[in-house]
């Protein structure tokens, strides 16, 4: 079955940088793109950006542009979203989800990982 | 960039009833991309409905959606205890991916 285990929670401190994973399992790593979107406490869903699992290619919402780097192994079938220049209105619960390319939907999703930004 | 606004803020039904949930989006948008998720708190989010109208493996089917252009639905038609929950509407726009701010449906 379908499986994406992200990593655990995490403190950082403001201005540090996190890094999350996400593991895939039961199907063909290479077949689907893997997004990142996160949910502040309280709040909705943000999408944050996506990688081509296949060729490594990226695209990020603008709003993350510069801060954000998603990258994959495809070694280990595994995804990690890195931000950097934390601030407190990062912490969040960061989730990784896949999508068949040009469905435009996300059918598995992650766990979720917390991230707490505090000093 | 497109706006997705979701009615009401929260619904309170009961047990065997109907719920409608509204998605409106600022302009015209492609039904093929509108999606709706459940969330449960504590969990990930779950894919019902893609393509405005197609339910995702594993769906029951008192779940629908229906709509075009601006205007989205999501139908439950007969509650059950374990429907009530957050739901989100969900557009891909101008190379970016949008969600509504959510309905939460409460007992």
């Known amino acids: 079955q379908v499986q994406l285990v992200q990593s655990g929670a995490d403190v950082r401190m403001p201005g540090a940088s996190v890094k999350v994973s996400c593991k895939a399992s039961?199907?063909?790593?290479?077949?689907?793109?893997m997004h990142w979107m996160r949910q502040a406490p309280g709040q909705g869903l943000e999408w944050m950006g996506r990688i081509d699992s296949n060729g490594g290619g990226t695209h990020y919402q603008q709003k993350f542009q510069g801060r954000v780097t998603v990258t994959r192994d495809t070694s280990t079938s595994t995804v990690s979203m890195e931000l950097t220049s934390l601030r407190s209105e990062d912490t969040a619960v960061y989730f990784c989800a896949r999508e068949m390319p040009g469905t435009f939907y996300f059918d598995h999703w992650g766990q979720g990982a917390l991230v707490t930004v505090s000093s | 960039e497109i706006v997705l606004t979701q009615s009401p803020g929260t619904l309170s039904l009961s047990p065997g009833e109907r719920a409608t949930l509204s998605c409106r989006a600022s302009?015209?948008?492609?039904?093929?991309?509108l999606v709706w998720y459940q969330q449960k708190p504590g969990q990930a989010p779950r894919l019902l409905i893609y393509?405005?109208?197609s339910r995702a493996t594993g769906i029951p089917d008192r779940f629908s959606g229906s709509g075009s252009g601006t205007d989205f639905t999501l139908t439950i038609s007969r509650l059950e205890p374990e429907d009530f929950a957050m739901y989100y509407c969900q557009q891909y726009g101008i190379s970016a991916f949008i969600f509504g701010q959510g309905t939460n449906l409460e007992i």
């Open positions: 393509g405005a109208s």
């Open positions: 039961g199907y063909t790593f290479t077949s689907y793109f």
């Open positions: 302009q015209s948008v492609s039904s093929s991309r």
